[in-house]
């Protein structure tokens, strides 16, 4: 089974900051793994998801994440924050060739002026 | 753009009623979900189909039950509902196969309070 740890439950950062929100996952197997975002009152929409190939993934606006075998993790990184990235962040693993997506807790990231 | 529709955004029953959450996607997806979420625990599985009148259970799917008919739509019934059924009801759907890698996509949510 595939399980997901999110470091932080809260980030605060001020605007213009850069920011890494933290995932760990753990699989016996090859996974996909995703960065999902929630804003205020709002479903979630996929930010960036890593199949395979290159490590670094590039997403929507302007995050990016990296993912790294040995240390199974998969940071979300961005370098300079805006007040309009105020939102929950969501990590997820997915069993390559499996149907179900099992979700971390969330980090809740509080951009401040 | 994949569109996942749900009818209610916010719901208010009573204890001890039966509740419908419908939900319906535009893409032709295979897959169907129903999540619920919860502060500080996330978004936890409670069942999914992957083709119609198939459905798996998933992490938590007690109390709960659903139907899915057709391809587009996918319910989820509460058969009794509790206060402890008080959440937020994200539907999803995703197509099947290696490109996608299960990305999936969400409804806009269900804010169902249990009185």
């Known amino acids: 089974a595939q399980s997901v740890t999110q470091l932080d439950s809260q980030v605060p950062v001020f605007e213009e900051a850069p920011v890494e929100l933290r995932c760990n996952y753990s699989s016996s197997v090859s996974v996909y793994l995703f960065w999902y975002v929630q804003y205020p009152n709002q479903g979630l929409q996929l930010l960036l998801k890593y199949l395979s190939g290159s490590t670094l993934v590039k997403g929507i606006n302007g995050f990016e994440a990296e993912f790294n075998k040995s240390q199974t993790s998969f940071h979300l990184r961005k370098p300079s924050v805006h007040i309009s990235d105020t939102a929950e962040y969501f990590c997820a693993v997915s069993r390559v060739g499996g149907f179900k997506t099992i979700f971390g807790a969330g980090t809740r990231l509080f951009v401040k002026a | 753009d994949v569109k996942v529709t749900q009818s209610s955004r916010y719901l208010v029953k009573r204890t001890g009623e039966k509740v419908f959450l419908e939900c319906v996607q535009d893409m032709d997806h295979e897959n169907m979900f129903w999540y619920r979420q919860d502060p500080g625990l996330g978004l936890r599985l409670i069942y999914f189909s992957y083709d119609v009148k198939m459905k798996e259970k998933g992490d938590i799917p007690e109390g709960y039950s659903v139907s899915r008919e057709k391809k587009e739509r996918f319910s989820l019934i509460l058969e009794s509902a509790s206060t402890n059924q008080t959440s937020m009801y994200l539907c999803?759907?995703?197509?099947?196969?290696?490109?996608?890698?299960?990305?999936?996509?969400f409804g806009e949510g269900s804010w169902l309070t249990v009185v």
């Open positions: 999803a759907s995703s197509p099947p196969g290696e490109s996608s890698g299960n990305t999936i996509y």
